[in-house]
């Protein structure tokens, strides 16, 4: 759940505590209180105050990061005496309110001066129990207010415990004039004499049953004649079946967050809904001339009903969402179309779900040789396909030239059941065409094997070669996979749809390109179009550069693009999947660690992202579902945007119409198996019918939510080259990548250094020997490279602070601000020099803390007896001696007394290692040659 400051203030939430299992509570801070839109409501919020009795998250950020916020969560909520609590472990209790179901609970403050168990009994078995409550009477407006005055039609909406996002949707998009009444308003007399030609029940908190006075006005306008169109949300859609005369019912737990998955049963579509009830409909108990519009496509509950003959409809989910996605606000356009007496087209299944793809074999296009930019990724891309193919009785033929993969082996069992025949082959034009000439496949999927698999697949359909042969390409095809390469079209097609890239140009010479330099101005980024890893790409200031960086993209492409510089915005990215049918979900989000300006596959990334905002999120969303749904891609695509830091302003990089290195890494984070279920999408099944993989009884068609952080680590192998800069940009260089799983980004971060150099305890910055005493830290930190990371982190230990280093590298400072949190507990640790003195108070709490944070039991133990204080006491009382280390790879280095760091020179004399050896209890297994 992204959005926090959403959720607390919607009315809905009244009198619950509220547990949130997302990973970044806090992250964002909350925006401003005071800030009102043109109707003198809230901005950010969705009521004028927070409606939960308590807030229980597993970890809190107490550092936040924002353009937006105002002050903390924590600011925010002593502000409103609401308590909140942090360090539960909120994955333990979900499984129990999973099992037992909704449970009643107390957030019991123990004194600062009484012990642990001076509790009194009756704050332990006493429980306030809200649903015994009128909620409804409790958030109900007390007044009658009209929205819109001069917009046209009328429409009355019943305040429920209404957000106000619902007004914004019906005043501000759809121009209607809205009186909101209390829930208890009698429209048969009506006292106001309001005039109306529609009726809104709202969304709000408790149980239905408690709202006679509402039920009493909705039977009223039921049975008018002609009838008035009527259209209910969450808490209105059970309203307006007990007016209706049908049943409702508690729900074990409810339907409770942003990603519930809906289906439409007049198209057979899902859409992910964002819901907060605890009571449903009873389906059976509808009466006559009463159908159910849709079902939850997990648990199969109501999830909306409709009137067969008059515009009475209503759904149990938030189609105006905020916080969640904004998939089902057309119910909004066929209300108001009701109201102003606009014929509704009718609605129905376009039987694309039955047109299944009859083929008996399939030639699998493999990725080139393994090198920078496709390597592992594409394995498990492909092994995936093979086994989705295999499951549906086809004959699969692979052509990969990398004898050790998987998806090459001879061992075939259940889990990877191998293709039938493999050709260890280059990916060439020619030598596929031979290949489909022997094998004589149905069908070919390009979109498994990375770029070089994609323009083989390109070039073979362009010539009509693959025409010729009766091929047919499965998934996403030709025409929308060229509109994704090509930047002209790709410009074109987005424009279309009111969406914009940055500002590019293609060059075919490099005349063309000094020409669009000029019209961009510099600096500019130079890409070679249908390129793999950024290859040939970098940044020109000048028109010299530019035509130095041009000659070699030329090399690698016959077109190159001229982009606009946005270095210093933040990259993110959406992995996104969609059928023929039209479902479309985005599976997984990620930010890059870097801003923008450093090739993907160079960067640290983490997912879920950790600084944007409900609005940034779901904006970002929303025109991911765009751009794929006019593209036409079918199975599996991702979306890289730059986000500006300091506002909602974005443009769209790319879209990468195929399974990518990004691809991999969001199915292993979220464990939804992107490849699989692309292969499945592209055989012509649709999202709803393929089973969840993890549970196999819920749908496919779902969007994970993680209560973890994942972060991925590039490696590379730069210091094996002389001569080679190590400074990294827009054409990637990493040779390898390690991935981290943690509850929080301390954590994740920690091991990922621990696994991509296992000489390293952790994250370190002067202990970690990757820093350069003869380059300012400026420059270190300023300029991305290998060890830039490291860099930050010494300047954090040496107490430049986030803001100087803010400067420097235009980092987001809420990930600044997590490692200065790693440098301030290594300095506590070193500080406190014994395990006795650090534990000593509050040990346990401290224990949790370091390892919450990723600290591993050889980081602790280094940081509390500092091994190279042992070796500066020996060179004190040795000043004659120097003083050598054996590294992991048994080679022995000179070491820098002064600091404890390796030194530059290589003229010294290696002493052999049988030389008298220093051996220090406090720093076991450690050994230093004097």
């Not at 939850?296 to 409709?306: F, K, Q, R, S, W």
């Not at 730059?642 to 990518?660: D, F, G, H, T």
Request: charged share 20%; proline share 5%.
């Amino acid at each position: 759940m992204v959005g926090y400051p959403e959720a607390l203030t919607d009315p809905s939430y009244r009198g619950q505590i509220l547990v949130l299992t997302y990973p970044l509570i806090g992250n964002y801070g909350v925006p401003s209180s005071t800030e009102t839109d043109e109707h003198g409501l809230p901005t950010y919020f969705e009521s004028g105050e927070i409606h939960i009795a308590g807030l229980v998250v597993s970890s809190y950020s107490w550092e936040h990061s924002h353009w937006a916020a105002r002050q903390s969560l924590s600011e925010w909520l002593v502000e409103k005496q609401v308590p909140g609590m942090y360090g539960v472990d909120t994955r333990a209790l979900t499984k129990k309110i999973r099992e037992i179901g909704a449970l009643l609970g107390n957030i019991v403050v123990v004194s600062s001066e009484g012990p642990p168990n001076s509790i009194p009994e009756s704050q332990i078995t006493t429980f306030s129990d809200p649903n015994a409550r009128n909620l409804v009477a409790e958030v109900s407006t007390k007044s009658i207010n009209v929205y819109g005055s001069s917009n046209s039609p009328s429409v009355i909406a019943y305040d429920c415990g209404m957000k106000y996002n619902i007004i914004r949707c019906l005043v501000d998009v759809h121009k209607v004039k809205l009186t909101v009444v209390p829930f208890d308003y009698d429209l048969e007399k009506n006292p106001s004499n309001i005039e109306w030609e529609g009726l809104f029940l709202s969304n709000g908190p408790g149980d239905p049953t408690m709202c006679p006075q509402t039920i009493k006005s909705i039977q009223y306008a039921l049975n008018l004649d002609p009838p008035r169109p009527i259209f209910g949300i969450c808490l209105g859609n059970q309203l307006l079946s007990l007016a209706a005369g049908a049943k409702t019912y508690k729900l074990k737990y409810g339907n409770r967050g942003m990603n519930q998955p809906c289906i439409d049963l007049r198209t057979g579509r899902c859409y992910i809904t964002p819901q907060n009830h605890g009571f449903a409909v009873d389906s059976n108990s509808l009466p006559a001339m009463w159908k159910p519009l849709f079902i939850n496509a997990n648990d199969l509950t109501n999830e909306g009903i409709v009137h067969t003959d008059r515009p009475f409809f209503s759904v149990q989910f938030h189609p105006e969402a905020s916080g969640g996605p904004l998939d089902t606000a057309f119910l909004f356009d066929k209300f108001v179309g009701h109201v102003r007496k606009i014929s509704q087209p009718l609605v129905l299944q376009d039987g694309l779900a039955y047109q299944r793809q009859t083929v008996k074999k399939v030639l699998l296009v493999g990725s080139g040789g393994l090198s920078i930019g496709q390597a592992g990724e594409f394995d498990y891309s492909g092994s995936q396909c093979i086994k989705a193919l295999k499951e549906e009785g086809i004959e699969v033929v692979l052509i990969n030239p990398n004898i050790a993969t998987v998806q090459t082996s001879t061992e075939k069992n259940e889990v990877t059941p191998g293709a039938d025949k493999v050709y260890f082959l280059p990916i060439r034009p020619h030598v596929v065409m031979d290949i489909i000439a022997k094998e004589k496949p149905d069908g070919i999927i390009v979109s498994m094997g990375g770029q070089t698999a994609l323009n083989v697949g390109v070039e073979l359909w362009k010539t009509g070669q693959l025409q010729k042969a009766g091929v047919k390409v499965l998934g996403t095809q030709i025409d929308a996979i060229e509109a994704t390469e090509d930047r002209e079209i790709f410009s074109q097609k987005l424009q279309e749809i009111g969406e914009s890239i940055a500002l590019s140009y293609s060059a075919n010479n490099v005349e063309e390109a000094l020409e669009a330099a000029r019209k961009i101005g510099y600096p500019v980024l130079v890409r070679a179009a249908f390129a793999l890893g950024g290859l040939g790409s970098g940044f020109a200031e000048n028109d010299a550069e530019l035509k130095d960086l041009a000659s070699k993209a030329f090399t690698v492409s016959s077109q190159i693009l001229i982009d606009q510089d946005l270095r210093g915005w933040k990259e993110l990215e959406y992995e996104v999947v969609r059928d023929s049918s039209d479902n479309c979900i985005t599976v997984c989000n990620m930010e890059n660690f870097d801003p923008l300006g450093v090739h993907t596959g160079d960067s640290i990334v983490v997912a879920p992202s950790q600084t944007l905002t409900n609005r940034e999120f779901f904006m970002l969303r929303k025109t991911a579902l765009k751009v794929v749904r006019h593209l036409g891609i079918v199975g599996e695509c991702n979306i890289q945007y730059a986000l500006n830091p300091k506002s909602e302003k974005y443009c769209i990089i790319e879209v990468n119409a195929r399974l990518s290195r990004s691809s991999a890494l969001a199915s292993k984070a979220t464990g939804y198996p992107l490849a699989y279920v692309a292969t499945k999408l592209a055989l012509g099944r649709d999202l709803v019918s393929i089973r969840n993989s993890i549970t196999k009884t819920t749908t496919a068609c779902f969007e994970p939510s993680l209560d973890y952080c994942v972060l991925k680590m590039p490696r590379w192998d730069l210091k094996k080259f002389n001569r080679v800069s190590n400074k990294l940009g827009s054409s990637m260089l990493s040779v390898g990548e390690v991935m981290s799983i943690g509850r929080s980004f301390e954590e994740v971060i920690q091991k990922a250094c621990r696994m991509v150099n296992p000489s390293l305890d952790g994250l370190e910055g002067i202990d970690s020997n990757l820093t350069d005493d003869e380059i300012p830290l400026e420059e270190q930190i300023a300029v991305p490279t290998d060890t830039r990371l490291f860099a930050v982190q010494r300047a954090l230990e040496e107490g430049w602070g986030v803001d100087k280093v803010y400067e420097h590298t235009k980092i987001d400072k809420w990930f600044l601000s997590k490692l200065e949190n790693i440098a301030r507990m290594r300095k506590a640790c070193k500080d406190c020099g014994d395990v006795e003195k650090l534990f000593a108070e509050n040990g346990t709490d401290r224990m949790r803390s370091l390892k919450m944070a990723g600290f591993s039991d050889q980081q602790v133990r280094s940081d509390l007896y500092n091994f190279f204080d042992t070796i500066r006491t020996c060179s004190e009382t040795y000043p004659h001696l120097f003083c050598y280390c054996w590294s992991i790879d048994r080679s022995l280095h000179k070491l820098n007394t002064a600091t404890g760091r390796n030194c530059k020179s290589k003229s010294y004399q290696k002493v052999p290692r049988s030389n008298t050896m220093c051996e220090t209890n406090r720093y076991v297994g450690s050994r230093i040659s004097c």
